[in-house]
């Protein structure tokens, strides 16, 4: 038994979703005639209560090309300093759209309307544009928490109130949604565009939608192929998120619950010093000072056990669709003669 925990991107699809997978309608995509595409796009849409939704191959290339809908090469992008699209995305931001991020110092990857004021560059020539606002919900390197949703709105009146545009990157929105009891729509009505991935908590072996207006989704496509992201007889994969989204969504209840357990058990160790607030799937933690992280690492891994160290003597595990109550049994058992 292997006990993976390093991503909710490890999963591999169910029969069920391959079965959906094999039988899927398909068509030219670049023709925009693949059915099963199409019927994707627009069921997000409208959860979303957007006009337009778009098929990614990746939830990078779904920000970025966010990224460079709202903004004009040598503008400034507002963001957390835990920020995937600062972060993990290769430093596409200043590759593709020849932008800076404004960095906020913000708390498990979240900050609120007055630090957004505070990060606007003043309207000088020789200053950079502010142009975009961009949070993530539920945050990655912030261990999975999960937004004030009146915050959310505050940040939006600063938005308004100073022009800029306001990017969702929803890789887990589906978490957030779920953890919180919110809908899709409340998002929709609050963002301009919105990334959702279906590869992560979802369980689809790729795939990840934009979402926004028609005005602003206007050159979605074109900068999609520009990113090289264009796809043929893509419904084989659109017809994987569509299976996830009838079957995936409700379940993640199941992996909060294992990740609360494993936060709990985490705490009794003497060997560690401190367990971030578990709000959805993913586990954060720090050592000991005295705990040397590799031979953690190696022990774990002795018991078929993987997880990934975050840097800053953090570590995360995190829970999903593969990791089953077996697993989450033996785990436990590892961790308490560990
Ligand atoms: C995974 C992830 C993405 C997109 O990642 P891909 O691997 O390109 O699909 C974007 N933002 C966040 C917060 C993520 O966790």
């Given amino acids: 038994m292997n006990i993976d925990l390093r991503s909710d991107t490890v999963t591999k699809p169910t029969k069920g979703m391959l079965n959906a997978m094999t039988q899927a309608q398909v068509g030219d995509d670049v023709f925009r005639e693949d059915p099963t595409v199409n019927e994707l796009e ?60 404004k960095l906020i110092d913000g708390n498990r990857g979240m900050f609120n309307a007055e630090q957004v004021l505070e990060a606007i560059n003043p309207n000088a020539y020789y200053y ?16 999975g928490a999960c937004w004030d949703f009146d915050e959310i709105l505050n940040i939006r009146k600063v938005c308004d109130d100073n022009k800029l545009g306001y990017h969702l990157d929803g890789a887990r929105i589906w978490n957030a949604l779920v953890a919180k009891n919110e809908t899709a729509k409340q998002y929709g009505e609050v963002f301009d565009t919105i990334a959702v991935c279906l590869s992560k908590g979802l369980g689809c072996p790729i795939g990840s ?5 028609s005005e602003i989704m206007k050159d979605a496509i074109r900068i999609r192929k520009i990113f090289g992201g264009n796809m043929r007889q893509a419904g084989y994969l659109a017809a994987a998120g569509l299976y996830a989204l009838d079957n995936n969504i409700e379940r993640l209840n199941e992996d909060y619950k294992k990740a609360k357990e494993i936060s709990e058990e985490l705490t009794k160790l003497a060997i560690i010093e401190s367990v971030e607030p578990v709000e959805t799937n993913i586990v ?39 990791y089953t109550d077996i697993m989450h049994e033996e785990l436990i058992n590892v961790l308490n003669f560990i």
């Fill in 42 to 101: 627009t069921r997000i849409a409208l959860m979303f209560g957007k006009e337009e939704a778009l098929f990614f191959p990746s939830g990078t290339m779904a920000n970025q090309t966010a990224l460079k809908l709202h903004t004009n090469p040598g503008d400034q992008v507002i963001c957390d300093k835990y920020a995937h699209i600062y972060n993990y995305e290769s430093g596409g931001a200043s590759f593709n759209s020849g932008v800076s991020c």
């Fill in 128 to 143: 950079s544009q502010s142009s975009l606002v961009e949070i993530e919900n539920t945050t990655n390197k912030g261990g």
């Fill in 209 to 213: 939608v934009l979402v926004g207006d």
């Fill in 284 to 322: 954060i933690f720090e050592l000991n000072e005295d705990v040397n992280e590799n031979h953690f690492l190696q022990q774990l891994a002795k018991k078929n056990i993987h997880i990934i160290s975050m840097g800053d003597r953090k570590l995360r595990m995190v829970t999903h669709l593969d």
